[in-house]
């Protein structure tokens, strides 16, 4: 074990937060933490693992679950895409693997929502395979520890860091040594703020040498965001409800929803009421404006227009549905309808 090998694991092993997926060689339910934690706070998924692992103890549960019941059980998380590829993916492991994890590193990355980073971390984790994780925490680590500058989302920079990080690898401890890396970035090389004081590798650290430490990762890009407007009809009953399936390979695909009207701008909105007014013979009732929900590559605008009126348009439209209003529990539906509901 070199310096760095050594410093970081004492370091893991005085500093580790106690997570359930740490405890199991379990692929299936590392994969599971794995996909589960993608874009979602370890706070946040913790109660999804665990409702998983509940639901759906083994490989073979979840790829004989209805998919309408794992997005419900996802829902909240967001990013449903997610979802569909652990449902996906558990049906392959059956069918093509006879219900067996894959234990090589190749064969976990041909498997649908798994990139080298996930590939990675199961590799690692569950089989003890020689390959190192490099997520968001890895690259901070490594450009401030090196001090470099090359962009961590170009070509160039994705095959620097990730031949740093095999190389740095402790090949004989490689679950314990990508952990420990990930911890550490997440717990003490935060992204602002970081802990210098304290840090067992200051001394090496070259950016904080250099005072770069707020520069470093460098990206090349920022991400492009896309504005969208969405305008859902609430249409609720005394007893019925209103949803509808998306189907387009959008956010939300297969989720339910209230029926929608999406704008290309921001419109005036008494003259978008007169236009649904108008469309479906109906009053709105209540209205419930530009609820910003921001995704990673999306802004979206929404505003609810509720009215008590099933149009005729609507109940003769094999695309809608109307159901009981306590049904709608049992529909995967989108956070940001689910918190609407929640508020009004
Ligand atoms: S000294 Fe600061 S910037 Fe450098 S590795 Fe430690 S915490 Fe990160």
């Given amino acids: ?29 590392i994969w599971l933490s794995e996909i589960i934690l993608q874009q979602t706070k370890v706070d946040q998924g913790l109660n999804y693992y665990v409702k998983f692992c509940n639901n759906y103890p083994t490989i073979q549960d979840l790829a004989n679950a209805e998919e309408q019941q794992v997005l419900t059980d996802w829902q909240g998380l967001g990013y449903y895409s997610r979802a569909r590829n652990l449902h996906t993916t558990a049906k392959t492991i059956l069918n093509t693997y006879n219900g067996t994890f894959p234990n090589t590193y190749d064969n976990i990355l041909k498997l649908k929502g798994v990139g080298s980073y996930t590939a990675a971390a199961i590799s690692s984790f569950a089989f003890d395979l020689p390959h190192a994780v490099v997520d968001g925490n890895v690259y901070r680590v490594l450009s401030r520890l090196y001090d470099l500058d090359t962009p961590i989302d170009s070509s160039e920079g994705i095959k620097q860091f990730n031949y740093l990080a095999n190389e740095l690898l402790n090949k004989k401890h490689p679950a314990e040594h990508n952990q420990a890396i990930m911890e550490f970035g997440a717990l003490q090389c935060t992204p602002t703020n970081p802990n210098c004081t304290s ?41 019925q409800i209103i949803i509808t399936q998306r189907t387009e390979k959008d956010i939300w695909q297969n989720m339910f929803q209230f029926p929608l009207i999406e704008k290309t701008s921001l419109e005036e909105l008494s003259l978008v009421q007169a236009e649904i007014e108008r469309t479906y013979n109906i009053k709105i009732s209540d209205v419930k404006s530009n609820i910003k929900h921001i995704l ?20 003769s439209d094999k695309a809608y549905f109307i159901i009981p209003k306590e049904a709608l529990t049992s529909y995967p539906i989108p956070r940001v309808i689910d918190r609407y509901l929640e508020e009004n």
């Fill in 1 to 29: 074990m070199n310096d760095f090998n050594l410093l970081i694991i004492n370091w893991y092993r005085q500093n580790k937060r106690n997570l359930p997926w740490r405890l199991t060689k379990d692929p299936y339910k």
């Fill in 199 to 239: 840090c067992p590798l200051a001394q090496t650290c070259l950016a904080q040498k250099k005072g770069t430490i707020s520069q470093r990762p460098v990206k090349k890009s920022k991400t492009k965001v896309r504005n969208r407007y969405l305008h859902f009809l609430h249409i609720e009953t005394e007893d």
């Fill in 296 to 315: 990673s590559h999306q802004h979206l605008y929404t505003t609810f227009w509720k009215t008590n009126t099933i149009p005729e348009k609507i109940r």
